[in-house]
């Protein structure tokens, strides 16, 4: 279907139906909830122990990229569930790879969490 919106109407609307989409995430699922409250625990963390300009980079970015990769994985389960409600071992492994992803990236930002506050206890 041809678009006649000028480009920036087109543009913004999208940013609108993204931040829908944010908020979405965050009123409905509960491990994008827990997630929110652990990055906000980090943040207030980075405040308290004063990290560097690197570390809050490194912190900020495994922030974004634990809650982006849950929301697609949230994505990946909502499709699932559409196409096929009933229990299918390949809608099973679908989503356990999903979860997989969202696993990979968490201990990736709980080992960098490691590598910036352990050494402020020691
Ligand atoms: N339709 C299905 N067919 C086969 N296995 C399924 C099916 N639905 C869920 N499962 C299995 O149950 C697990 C949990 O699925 P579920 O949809 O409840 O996700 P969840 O981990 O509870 O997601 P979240 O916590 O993000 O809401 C899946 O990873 C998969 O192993």
Redesign the pocket.
Known sequence: MQNKEPFIINRIKSVGFAFKGMLILIRT???IKVQLCIALAVIIAGFYFDISKTEWIAQIAMIGLVLSI?GI??AI?AI??FI??????????I??V??GA?FIASIAAVTIACIIYIPKFT
């Open positions: 699922e509960a491990s849950e994985n949230t389960e699932a569930d096929h409600p009933d229990y299918h071992k390949k809608i099973g492994l989503k356990d999903a979860a969202v």
